[in-house]
């Protein structure tokens, strides 16, 4: 965490030693609180202890300059560690991280979760940029609940979704009389957010003019009803997203060069699903058990070609669509699942099937099995896949310590797992991973 306030360096030993005493008043105030629950009063003891350490340590005025100007870009946020992914996770679950049911396990979900952690307990601006449905606005919502404001309001505006013409009432609010249709006075998102966040989705959807009153909400915590003289002062946090590059917008000079500046002060990019296939097989297992739970079914089997389906799709809609693709597989699948099973649109053609299921090619199902030894042999091999990918997601990947775990001969396994497709470098890193749920 960077301790300066919207870019102004704190320079003089006084605001300096305030800074340390009001920690300290935190501190104790906190030690004494009796609403809280313990756990709670841990957590933010915790934080307020690690500000103050940070605080110590940037004893130099040079070096609380240093930190001010900074680019953004070039924020150090991350530290190069070397640690596994579960000693990640784990460490951010030590250290009371929530997660907000964001599951998975990758380097590059890892450090975006590691930076919110960083952004949260600040009140600096945080874009969020990916594709739809990598997850921003679950994003959004962590770096709610890991900062002070997580009992405050969390307000969610998608600026795409409202027209040209509403969107700054819908904002900033109105005074009565302010246009044809405003019958009466009314608050906007910003004031229903004032304490807590303000989620401003699709942001570079936000017309010029809506723009212009942004940054004057980012630079004075300022607002001013439409149609109303009033300022009211607004302390809301303010998380943007966007699929867009809004810095080739704003070299287009559709999007304010000065508002993306302020906004992206902490810049957070999420990966592409197909950029992340490593996390498919968790994700899958973790959609299917969750869609298992809403639906009051046991858990739905997949065949072996659904799941390479499943393993090697491209996912336009990333994250969001393929918990759509569990859903629907659970909900529509009586036991198992098969191909049938998916949207339609997106249903390999049969002539497919045979470079869909890889080397499989002529192998039948339980459910396409057209006799019954053939009938056998289909769920023999389902349920050797399904015990080696178990097997592999309990150690992480490793088959030497699965073939230890089984008492197999490990060329044994190293064959099955051949003749299956199946890659055990997929479960690398995925052992004993636990959504913050
Ligand atoms: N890492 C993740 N773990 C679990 N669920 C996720 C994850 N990322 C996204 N989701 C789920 O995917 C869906 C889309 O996420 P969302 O945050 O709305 O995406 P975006 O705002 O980028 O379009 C939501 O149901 C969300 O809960
Ligand atoms: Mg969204």
């Known amino acids: ?56 340590g940037l004893s130099h005025k040079e070096r609380f300059v240093a930190a001010a100007s900074t ?25 009371s991280f929530i997660f907000e049911g964001t599951f998975g396990d990758n380097p590059k979900l890892l450090e975006a979760l590691e930076i919110a952690e960083k952004a949260a307990p600040t009140d600096l601006p945080v874009l969020i940029d990916g594709e739809s449905g990598t997850g ?24 795409g979704a409202i027209p040209d013409s509403l969107l700054e009432s819908e904002l900033f609010g109105h005074k009565k009389g302010a246009f044809t249709g405003a019958a009466n006075d009314r608050r906007g ?15 570079g959807e936000l017309p010029l003019a809506g723009q212009v009153k942004l ?58 699903l197909r950029e992340r296939r490593d996390e498919i097989a968790l994700l899958v297992a973790y959609f299917g058990d969750e869609s298992a739970g809403q639906l009051k079914r046991r858990p739905v089997k997949l065949t072996p070609r659904l ?39 997106i249903r390999p053609k049969p002539a497919a099937l045979s470079v869909v299921g890889a080397g499989k090619a002529g192998v039948a199902d339980v459910t396409t099995a057209t006799s019954l030894a053939e009938a056998k042999r289909a769920a023999s091999d389902e349920a050797e896949r ?30 099955l797992l051949k003749k299956h497709g199946i890659r055990s470098k997929d479960f690398r890193g995925n052992r004993q991973a636990e959504g913050g749920k």
Request: charged fraction near 30%.
């Open 215 to 272: 940054l004057r909400v980012l630079e004075a915590h300022e607002i001013q009803r439409v149609g109303s003289d009033e300022v009211i002062a607004v302390d809301t946090r303010i998380v943007a997203a966007t699929n867009k590059d809004l810095r080739r917008m704003s070299q287009a000079g559709t999007f304010r060069e000065d508002l993306f500046y302020r906004l992206s002060v902490i810049h957070v990019t999420l990966p592409a």
């Open 386 to 415: 399904a015990f080696l990918e178990r097997g592999l997601q309990e150690v992480g990947g490793t088959v030497a310590e699965l073939a230890r775990r089984f008492d197999m001969n490990r060329s044994h396994v190293q064959m």
């Open 189 to 203: 998102k910003f004031e229903a957010a004032h304490t807590g966040t303000i989620f401003l989705d699709e942001i």
């Open 71 to 95: 680019e953004p870009e070039a924020m150090p946020v991350v530290e190069p560690v070397e640690l596994s992914a579960r000693e990640r996770r784990q460490a951010l679950m030590e250290r």
């Open 307 to 345: 799941r390479d389906f499943l393993m090697h799709y491209d996912y336009p809609g990333n994250i969001r669509e393929l918990r759509n693709m569990m859903y629907r597989i659970s909900c529509l699948a009586g036991d198992t699942a098969d191909l049938a099973h998916l949207p339609q649109d």
């Open 136 to 159: 921003k606005e679950l994003m959004a919502k962590v770096i709610h609940a890991n900062g002070s404001r997580t009992d405050k309001p969390f307000i969610s505006v998608n600026c």
């Open 1 to 56: 965490m960077k301790l300066f306030n919207q870019g102004t360096p704190v320079t003089s030993a006084v605001s300096f030693a305030g800074l340390i005493e009001k920690i300290e008043i935190l501190r104790s105030t906190l030690r004494w609180a009796s609403r809280l629950e313990r756990p709670e009063i841990e957590k933010l003891l915790k934080q307020a202890t690690a500000l103050r350490d940070e605080v110590m």
